[in-house]
Structure formats: structure tokens, C-alpha cells
């Protein structure tokens, strides 16, 4: 059984930085973190791969976030830079079933078997 635990949201200005964790306890073959901001519908952020390590990223956040995990793959790390207004929404980790082909879909909420409980980030202007 995968279970996952964020952390690391809170409140920020605009152009500030933050960082998650996700505490993960189990196997997967992929990890990803999800968002879903004020009226909007969830929407994959960025993804790992338990094996290679082969990221993902939606455009509009890459080159100011970055997705890594660590050797003992228990720990899943968003670091994002230069926030912005628009970033603001509550944020969930979620893994990929061990088994699964990692990458494809990657941004598709159903590839995704569990789900942590989230932790909000807020960006003021």
C-alpha cells in the first residue's frame, strides 16, 4: 500500500520560492504533482520516473520548477522559483502503480493510483 504525505506549502509574494515534499512509503513507477487552483480543474504539474528518472513538466512552469526524487526514492521534491499569481492552487503528489509504464499520460489524473492529501500554495501579487 503507497501512502503519501505533503509538505512545504504556505504563503508567498510574487517572483518568491517554496518547496514541496512528498514523504512516500511503497513502490511505484512514477510519481508526479498535480494542482488545482481557484475554479480551475486539476492539471498535471511535473512527473518523475522511479527507474531512469526521466522528468515531465506542463510549459507553463517549465524552467521555474524542478522535480527530483532521492536515492532511496522515499522522498519526491517540487522546487519552484519565481512564483507566480497564477501558481496558486492546493497541491497533491500522486504515484503511479509499480507496474505501470511511467511517462506516458503522465499528466493524465487516472494514471495515478494514490493520492496524498495536499497542501496549498498561495502567490500574491
Known amino acids: 500500500q503507497v501512502q503519501l504525505v505533503e509538505s512545504g506549502g504556505g504563503s508567498v509574494q510574487a517572483g518568491g520560492s517554496l518547496t514541496l515534499s512528498c514523504a512516500v512509503s511503497g513502490y511505484y513507477s512514477g510519481m508526479a504533482w498535480f494542482r488545482r487552483g481557484p475554479g480551475k480543474e486539476r492539471e498535471g504539474v511535473a512527473a518523475?520516473?522511479?527507474?531512469?528518472?526521466?522528468?515531465f513538466y506542463i510549459d507553463s512552469v517549465k524552467g521555474r520548477f524542478t522535480i527530483s526524487q532521492d536515492n532511496f526514492k522515499t522522498t519526491i521534491t517540487l522546487k519552484m522559483i519565481n512564483l507566480e499569481p497564477s501558481d496558486t492552487g492546493m497541491y497533491y503528489c500522486?504515484?503511479?502503480?509499480?507496474?505501470?509504464?511511467?511517462?506516458?499520460?503522465?499528466?493524465?489524473?487516472?494514471?495515478?493510483?494514490?493520492w496524498g492529501q495536499g497542501t496549498q500554495v498561495t502567490v500574491s501579487s
Open positions: 518523475i520516473c522511479a527507474g531512469a528518472g526521466d522528468t
Open positions: 500522486a504515484a503511479r502503480p509499480r507496474f505501470a509504464t511511467c511517462g506516458p499520460r503522465w499528466a493524465l489524473p487516472e494514471s495515478y493510483s494514490h
